[in-house]
């Protein structure tokens, strides 16, 4: 009983890794998967300023959720309405601030970095 239950788990695991794998959260590293229908989003870049810095979203977001990790801000962005555009990211804080449309402002804070979903 327990191994069919470990086995599921494990099996859950390798279907989310599936799905969020492609998925990329850096600039530079796009990834493409077979996982995912040729026409969904399946990454996110970091905005970046020249000087390589990780820019931020100062527009206010069209919705905030709690995400304790970059990858599960990344799923709410996939998974929502309200994620048109991208995310910014708070680790510190726990935050995913989601936006709908394109923010009207960036600039450099620290602990924020913006992602830009693209396909």
Not at 65 to 89: H, P, Q, W
């Amino acid at each position: 009983m327990m191994i069919n239950k470990m086995f599921i788990g494990y099996l859950k695991l390798f279907v989310g890794v599936c799905v969020l794998l492609p998925l990329t959260t850096e600039a530079g590293s796009e990834a493409s998967g077979t996982c995912s229908p040729p026409d969904r989003v399946t990454s996110a870049v970091t905005q970046k300023a020249q000087n390589g810095s990780a820019l931020c979203a100062t527009s206010p977001p069209t919705e905030t959720v709690t995400a304790i990790y970059k990858i599960r801000c990344l799923a709410e962005c996939m998974n929502r309405e309200s994620c048109g555009d991208g995310f910014n990211y708070r680790p510190e804080a726990k935050l995913c601030e989601l936006y709908s449309d394109p923010p009207t402002g960036y600039q450099v804070q620290p602990d924020c970095s913006y992602l830009k979903k693209v396909s």
